[in-house]
């Protein structure tokens, strides 16, 4: 058995007559690549956690003396490997720490007038780590993220072109999608009742 020289693994050998027109894509790098995206710290603040933080930050008190403002935030090293996690039944994942500055205005000066600045690094908690896999390990166990598409809203009609039913009668149903909610279905059956679920 013929095995590659940088990892044990198996050479893939092609029996085929015609050549291999396209690579196999990497499909896990849909995975590892978005959750990279939205780990990293991104200067512009697009992305990820650093939009987040952004869309929120700075908060204001309610009679204005004080201003909580974000500064930066910080991923810390996992306590343990991926393994150790599922032998010890925890969750694989990093501490994050945010560093916020309380600036304090002046009551009676000027609009703007600081009186006291405060910057700490805050413990914001745990961020679940991905895996090489494009995994994640929670309480023990692995888990994977499934992509799924989603239907537009709006109403959609449809028939069954005379199909269903014996006689051939065409059967007419519509469906509303909302943005929010359940759907629901409307739907004619041969006698043209009405029928909705």
């Known amino acids: 058995m013929v ?3 940088t990892e044990k693994k198996r050479i893939r050998k092609d029996f085929g007559k ?3 027109v396209l690579d196999v894509p990497y499909l896990l790098s849909i995975q590892l690549d978005s959750f990279q995206k ?3 710290q991104d ?9 987040a933080f952004r869309s929120v930050f700075p908060i204001q008190s309610y009679s204005g003396n004080s201003e909580l403002q974000y500064v930066s935030y910080r991923l810390g090293e996992p306590v343990f490997d991926v393994q150790e996690c599922q032998i010890r039944g925890v969750t694989y994942s990093a501490p994050l720490r945010v560093k ?21 690094e805050v413990y914001m908690g745990e961020i679940p780590l ?8 929670i309480n023990g166990t692995e888990r994977v993220i ?20 014996s006689s051939g009668k ?6 509303i999608i909302p943005y929010r909610g359940s759907w629901l279905d409307f739907e004619f059956d041969p006698k043209d009742n009405l029928f909705v679920r």
């Open 3 to 5: 095995y590659s020289y």
């Open 18 to 20: 015609r050549p291999q």
């Open 38 to 40: 939205f780990i990293e």
């Open 43 to 51: 200067p512009e603040g697009q992305y990820g956690l650093e939009a």
């Open 100 to 120: 916020l500055r309380l600036v304090i205005y002046e009551r009676e000066a000027p609009e703007g007038t600081v009186k006291d600045i405060k910057e700490q």
């Open 130 to 137: 991905m895996t090489d896999n494009g995994t994640f390990v």
């Open 146 to 165: 499934v992509s799924q598409l989603h239907r537009s809203p709006g109403v959609f009609f449809d028939s069954d072109k005379g199909k269903t039913h």
């Open 170 to 175: 065409v059967l007419y149903n519509a469906r």
